[in-house]
């Protein structure tokens, strides 16, 4: 099964925006852009030490009945992550 991309249509500027983690459904598939500059930095660095780094492949592997929290994989690891964090990774 082909998991589905995350929009890439280019902004005005010419670049692919960045969408939330958090906006991704099951099955679909997308890079890690970047993490959000205004988060805590020890938060920073512990969603970088986890494998969030740009131009990482990121697929949402499934959600929970209630939508959080979310097991996204990350290389060849399984990782759940709940709303607040994943709001704070930007994917492309």
Do not use: H, K, N, W
Request: some cysteine; hydrophobic content about 40%; charged content about 20%.
């Amino acid at each position: 099964m082909q998991a589905a991309p995350l929009s890439t249509a280019p902004d005005p500027a010419g670049t692919v925006p960045a969408d939330r983690l958090s906006t991704m459904r099951a099955g679909q598939q997308a890079t890690v852009a970047g993490i959000c500059e205004d988060c805590d930095t020890a938060v920073r660095c512990r969603l970088r030490d986890l494998g969030f780094t740009a131009g990482t492949p990121v697929t949402c592997v499934r959600r929970a009945p209630l939508g959080s929290p979310v097991v996204y994989r990350i290389g060849e690891t399984d990782l759940c992550l709940r709303r607040p964090l994943a709001e704070l990774v930007l994917v492309r």
